[in-house]
């Protein structure tokens, strides 16, 4: 039998914080607290740079852009040619966000931004064209965003969810909000479709990764 026995704090603290944040990051979580967002943590943001550097992806759409914490982690994972097409319902947003790019000393043109709502946007994007599709918009989309992610990717691509265990209320039947039940139903269908390679990371509030076969 494997161990089950919890880590003690300590330990998911070292592990949150194992890839420091930098000023620029600092400066772009701030902005996100200013306009009441929350960023990636540094844990999924690491997580996410490390996926983008390993897949070489130069295709990226990120739906939920923030004020830019997980696109300048993105984009640091990426090639220097890659391109990052982020969307979001709220343009104040993501004028904080190119600021933060901006800051990262990030290209202008490796940045499409496109304000709009998810679900009005995904559709006008080219079918296979992307390597990796991160959500983090509304969480009770994310069976959507599966979806037009699987619509989105070329095989071998991956999707990552954040927020995959939504502040411990997931893995809780009793639970049963909005978010939680579409978030969990989310889960299930990702563990059970046969043609997805799934892992659930359990770095910040969860990070969900599948990769289209
Ligand atoms: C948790 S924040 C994203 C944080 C960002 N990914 C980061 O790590 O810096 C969620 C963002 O999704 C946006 N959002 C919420 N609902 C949306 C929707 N239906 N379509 C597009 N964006 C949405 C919000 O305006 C907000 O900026």
């Known amino acids: ?73 993105l984009l640091r994972g990426m090639p220097d040619d890659g391109v990052l097409t982020t969307v979001d319902v709220e343009a104040e947003h993501q ?31 080219t079918d296979g064209a992307y390597d990796l599709v991160f959500a983090d918009g509304d969480k009770r989309e994310y069976g959507t965003y599966l979806s037009e992610a699987l619509r989105l990717l070329r095989p071998g691509g991956v999707v990552a969810f954040d927020n995959a265990l939504w502040h411990d209320k997931v893995a809780d039947p009793a639970q049963r909000d909005e978010q939680t039940v579409a978030i969990r139903e989310l889960g ?10 799934s892992l659930l990371l359990p770095v910040g509030d969860g990070l969900l990764l599948a990769q289209k076969r």
């Open 1 to 73: 039998m494997p161990s089950t026995d919890p880590l003690k704090s300590s330990s998911w603290a070292y592990s949150e914080d194992f890839v420091h944040e930098d000023d620029v990051l600092a400066a772009a979580r701030e902005r996100a607290d200013e306009v009441g967002v929350t960023g990636i943590g540094s844990g999924g943001g690491a997580a996410l740079r490390f996926l983008a550097s390993v897949m070489g992806a130069r295709a990226v759409v990120e739906i939920g852009t923030g004020t830019g914490v997980s696109g300048v982690w």
């Open 188 to 197: 299930r269908t990702i563990a059970e479709h046969e043609d997805l390679v």
């Open 95 to 125: 004028r904080l966000a190119r600021q933060s790019f901006t800051e990262a000393g990030v290209a202008s043109q490796r940045v499409r931004t496109i304000a709009g709502a998810a679900l009005d946007v995904l559709p006008r994007l």
